[in-house]
């Protein structure tokens, strides 16, 4: 398991999930956060859990998943575990998802991919 790839990659991806929630919220409003979480949750550990397999170069779906996992824990750790709305645990979820998705992606993509022997 590569480890470090995957703190970085659920860091990474907890953060976009900031940058694309925060802006949306103060132009949409605060009551938007329980639409807009889940789904950039989904859109942003969708790419650091393909760019992580892909990095990893086997157990791809695992890989993803932790990123996934990395993401929801580091949420989890900065808000101290209080309560949330259901909308938050179903995003979490989806970062679950996002970045197993990721992972099947790269297997598909490394299965399209010529073996190159040396």
Known sequence: MRWGWILVGGFLAEGLVFLIVIPWSVLAGRESLVYSAPVASFVATFPFGLWVALKAGRRFVLHGLFVGVVATAFY????????EPIAYVVAHFLKLLGGITGGYVATT??????TQHT
Do not use: A, S
Request: hydrophobic residues 30%.
């Open 76 to 83: 989890v750790g900065i808000t101290l575990g209080r309560p």
């Open 109 to 114: 993509l490394r299965r399209d991919r010529p």
